[in-house]
């Protein structure tokens, strides 16, 4: 049996490399199927009140600390050689204010268990898209949930966090409380250098008549879908959100034969029925929609609804490698150049999704927090596969579509989904200049022992990274 407590300190159970049941939890660790040659010493599955002594454990061992909320991070950066990896999938704690309309959540709550425990008192949350991402690094990285031209990144409604600091204190953050550690909070991602335990959000009231519509055309279209689409979409209300899907393969039409697609998805987030459907109108006037393979007419749907059409998208059982680009030229530009590419996708699973306006421009909303969007356009790209027979081609044709979509090298990223091991400056290149600095500063100041692991890199760049 797994040692669960050496010299009495930890609640959790402790599997060190070798034990049994250590290859399961390291497996368990990441949600991609596609797990990285990457072995922890020691895998720590947690209750709150082991994390200081998980802590000073760490130190005494000499190992360096990862941690672990839902496990969704692509590159597996949780995973680290030599490390502790504490696991906080047993944080799932949740509780709901109405009065306030705040909740209490944990790191390892996920979007699923956040809708179903809102639903009952009519409030909502900018969760994730996908439905079985944990909040944990969600929140850490930003978060560009539903609605978000609205509610802004999910970010921007953590009111305050609890965390435990590399020195084993507990510590209260907020924008009068610790304001420095709770910046960057709100957009480190895995780089965040404490252990956040707990969240407390701001709630938004439900939108009363959520509405989906949809237009899918082959892919060689994709100039004239694109165009047309992004001009729409920056005119339609701040409730719509607008995203062009560009598939890998698609089912064969009475007019087309099976082959890469490309889809322009709408959701209002509406208080009225009415008042949807208004906002969706302009995309009903597609000048060249008799020519679509198929149309969703505007229909009424829910966050659960929509997190079932993101859990066919991204099945669970795959192996998956996944980029984002922020990027100074318009999608008209970057669209027809990632086409391109998609049509050669060596797995018909795969896609690039581009939604129009993914956060709020309001300053307002993207104060005080280390997440920022580098770019007016935004490119997320996934491959989707499972053959480990395909690993080499599914993941070498993800870096050759972000090549294509971004050939001088210099664009931004989004660092919950940046492909961490394709160089040395996908960190960096996920925040503005200025916000980078701080994150390393204040990386020094909170954990100048350096007992959290910094960003994952490229192995031969890793060590470089490893300190700001």
């Not at 990027?327 to 690039?352: F, I, Q």
């Amino acid at each position: 049996m797994p040692e669960r407590t050496p010299a009495g300190i930890f609640e959790g159970t402790l599997l060190r490399r070798g034990d049994p049941g250590y290859d399961g939890a390291r497996a368990d660790a990441v949600w991609n199927g596609l797990t990285p040659e990457r072995f922890p010493e020691a895998i720590l599955q947690a209750t709150e009140r082991d994390i200081p002594p998980a802590l000073a454990w760490a130190r005494a061992q000499g190992l360096r600390v990862s941690t672990r909320s839902g496990g969704h991070n692509w590159s597996g950066s949780q995973l680290r050689d030599g490390s502790l990896l504490i696991d906080l999938s047993r944080l799932r704690h949740c509780s709901v204010d109405p009065v306030s309309a705040t909740a209490e959540v944990g790191p390892a709550v996920t979007g699923t268990d956040l809708v179903e425990a809102l639903a009952p008192y009519d409030l909502a949350f900018p969760v994730g898209h996908c439905p079985s991402v944990a909040v944990g690094g969600f929140l850490l990285s930003g978060g560009l949930g539903w609605n978000s031209r609205v509610w802004g990144p999910a970010c921007a409604d953590v009111l305050e966090i609890r965390a435990v600091t590399a020195d084993g204190r507990t510590v209260i953050c907020s924008e009068t409380e610790n304001a420095d550690l709770f910046w960057a909070a709100r957009g480190a991602g895995p780089g965040f250098f404490a252990v956040v335990t707990g969240f407390r959000l701001g709630l938004h009231p439900h939108p009363a008549a959520i509405t989906a519509t949809g237009l899918t055309f082959p892919l060689a279209d994709v100039e004239r879908v694109t165009g047309w689409a992004v001009r729409t979409a920056r005119d339609l209300p701040s409730i719509v959100e607008t995203a062009l899907a560009l598939a890998a393969s698609g089912e064969a039409t009475a007019t087309a034969p099976p082959g890469p697609r490309i889809t322009v998805r709408a959701t209002a987030f509406a208080a009225t029925r009415d008042e949807a459907l208004a906002a969706l109108e302009p995309l009903g006037t597609c000048p060249f929609a008799e020519q679509a393979l198929s149309r969703q007419p505007p229909e009424p749907t829910s966050f659960a609804s929509l997190h079932d059409g993101a859990a066919r998208a991204w099945p669970s059982a795959h192996r998956y490698a996944a980029d984002t680009l922020w990027s100074a030229e318009s999608y008209e530009t970057l669209m027809p150049r990632v086409a391109d590419v998609l049509a050669r996708a060596p797995s018909g699973k795969s896609l690039v999704l581009a939604p129009v306006q993914p956060v709020s421009p309001d300053p307002a909303l993207l104060r005080n927090m280390a997440f920022s969007a580098p770019g007016e356009s935004y490119l997320a790209c996934y491959a989707v596969w499972d053959d480990p027979a395909a690993d080499e081609a599914n993941t070498g044709w993800l870096r050759e579509t972000l090549a294509a979509a971004d050939p001088s090298g210099r664009g931004g990223h989004y660092i919950a989904e940046a492909d961490l091991e394709a160089d040395a400056d996908r960190a960096r290149r996920s925040y503005v200049a200025a916000d980078w600095v701080r994150l390393q500063e204040l990386k020094l100041k909170w954990d100048p022992d350096n007992v959290f692991h910094s960003y994952l890199a490229p192995v031969p760049q890793r060590a470089r990274l490893e300190r700001p």
